[in-house]
């Protein structure tokens, strides 16, 4: 019998959250860092935007915040809103600390010494960047100070296939001890042990057909929790960024809020700006309304695309500002400063998760849940541009301090079973996986996108239903490989999406049905809580800030 990976932390992601947690730490606890591929290799290290903060003079907590409970509609969780936008601040001081090169003001002094963007639902210039490939200027100085700490163990190419729990044991007290792990390389599941377990698995975008998020973003950690027994949130509200490149071979490829920030304007193909029929915010609305949008147009003009353009800014400008953006469009042959580009929307955020506290713990003692995996308020019905990675680096000082406040009454876990391969086999139909993926996300995409009917969903859920049986009865059967448990986890976060917005009878911030297109103003608004049977077989709604 192999002896489980024994560690004090055990933090399964390695984004943004999930390495700032892991330097938060006090150097005597050994931690482990799990990245299912590399460790780059997640959303950190593909947002271009910024990260939102109140630094300049004539900027104020009380502004940020109400920009962001506008954004949310009604359902964010005021306290979280307001802890993490005042605590933004001393965050970004330990950024710049530990070395993140953000973009300096051209006349920086005491007053204002760094350059400020704004985005969509913002009213203030508030965003700090570092030029336009921000997440990938924080991840890298992350992962540098991470590589130079003795008490931090990164494991690059692991992908989580369940949590460990004291009730799946039968365990007299249910508490997370840790996880099985897939290494990709050597394709043997490792047992992980662990005092304290940390979902830090980023969202679930790659549900969708079309996203601007990396193959990475496969809802591991939402489904992990709710198989282990956690409640999950609002999962009905799945942001759809409205500016991804418009190119076959793009991919995945975003255009920042930034460019709008500084100027751009969406415009129909004969030149025709549209923003302002929708919103008085024209191009800054929120992320929500320009979505749609745009998804309007499309349908209402038969279009594969809009346009995004800001060549009227000058060349130089556009190339010191957006040299990433302006590089990658030159290589697939468009000039942003000569001509606009085609744009369309594509799933960008996962704004739901795994239900938390202000600590970020889940309902399982012993695991904790931060970043884009996890429902802690802050983003409501619609996340505001550059509170991600504030929500991030904010929430994983939280737990770290929730962690050290437990160190002297939790003890190392009891010996745990190895992982049981005895009864499956190599699989001879890996085109069964293929074929699978590829169906559940055409499904969400058409079924349960920007706009949504009824009639949608109920196809959707007699979809996914039978998919979710077909790949439980391949995972029985077959020995497990990263592709089979992306699938599995990203059909079962389908399914609670689908649940979620079938029990949502109105449209609000990111959930906009056809059937009930007004807002519910009837009662306060309550957000979408899923119990799963572990604690009673029902969906309850309640609104997490009474909790």
């Not at 193959?215 to 960024?241: K, L, P, Y």
């Not at 025709?272 to 309007?296: N, Q, S």
């Not at 009864?423 to 499904?443: A, I, K, M, P, Y």
């Amino acid at each position: 019998m192999e002896p489980a990976e024994a560690f004090d932390v055990l933090i399964i992601g390695s984004g943004a959250a999930g390495l700032s947690l892991a330097l938060e730490l006090p150097a005597h606890l050994q931690v482990a860092v799990i990245s299912k591929s590399r460790l780059q290799e997640g959303c950190t290290l593909y947002a271009q935007g910024g990260i939102s903060s109140v630094t300049h003079p004539e900027d104020s907590f009380a502004s940020h915040i109400e920009d962001t409970l506008d954004a949310g509609v009604g359902l964010n969780n005021p306290e979280a809103v307001r802890y993490a936008i005042e605590a933004a601040p001393a965050a970004i001081k330990q950024l710049v600390k530990i070395g993140v090169p953000f973009t300096r003001h051209p006349e920086a002094d005491q007053k204002q010494q760094f350059h400020l963007t704004r985005e969509g639902g913002h009213s203030a210039r508030r965003v700090l960047h570092s030029a336009d490939a921000t997440g990938k200027a924080i991840e890298d100085t992350l992962i540098n100070q991470a590589q130079q700490r003795n008490n931090i163990s990164l494991f690059e190419h692991h992908i989580c296939v369940d949590l460990i729990t004291g009730a799946k044991l039968g365990l007299d007290q249910n508490r997370c001890l840790g996880a099985y792990v897939l290494d990709r390389k050597e394709k043997h599941v490792k047992v992980f042990a662990a005092r304290f377990v940390v979902l830090a698995t980023g969202g679930a975008s790659k549900v969708y057909l079309y996203t601007s998020n990396p193959d990475t973003s496969s809802g591991d950690g939402i489904a992990m929790a709710w198989r282990a027994g956690c409640r999950v949130a609002n999962m009905e509200f799945n942001q759809f960024h409205p500016t991804c490149l418009y190119h076959p071979k793009a991919k995945s490829f975003l255009i920042s809020e930034a460019v709008r920030g500084e100027g751009g304007r969406l415009l129909l193909p004969n030149g025709e700006p549209f923003m302002e029929r929708f919103d008085h915010r024209g191009d800054l609305a929120p992320r929500d309304i320009v979505a749609r949008a745009i998804d309007h147009e499309m349908k209402r003009l038969g279009l594969e695309y809009v346009l995004l353009d800001i060549s009227h800014k000058p060349a130089p400008f556009i190339r010191e500002h957006f040299p990433t953006i302006y590089a990658r469009c030159r290589e697939l042959g468009y000039d942003m400063a000569l001509k606009p580009i085609p744009v369309v929307p594509a799933a960008h955020y996962t704004c739901g998760g795994v239900v938390t506290d202000l600590r970020a713990r889940t309902d399982i003692p012993g695991l904790y849940a931060i970043g884009e995996v996890a429902c802690t308020g802050m983003h409501g019905a619609n996340r505001m541009a550059s509170n991600s990675l504030l929500e991030c680096v904010v929430f994983a000082h939280v737990a770290s301090m929730d962690i050290q406040e437990q160190l002297d009454t939790v003890a190392a876990p009891p010996p745990l079973p190895p992982w049981d391969e005895s009864r499956v086999r190599d699989s001879d139909e890996e085109v069964v996986v293929t074929h699978n993926w590829d169906e559940l996300r055409r499904c969400m995409w058409n079924y349960v996108g920007i706009v949504r009917t009824n009639k949608r969903l109920e196809r959707a859920s007699r979809r996914v239903q039978l998919l979710l049986q077909e790949i439980q009865e391949y995972y029985s059967n077959f020995t497990i490989s990263g592709d089979l448990l992306e699938l599995r986890n990203l059909a079962q976060v389908a399914e609670l999406i689908i649940r979620s917005a079938q029990q949502r009878k109105e449209s609000r911030g990111l959930h906009y049905t056809l059937d009930y297109p007004e807002t519910d103003t009837s009662r306060p608004p309550r957000d979408t809580v899923l119990v799963p049977h572990t604690f009673r077989e029902e969906a309850a709604t309640r609104h997490l800030a009474s909790q």
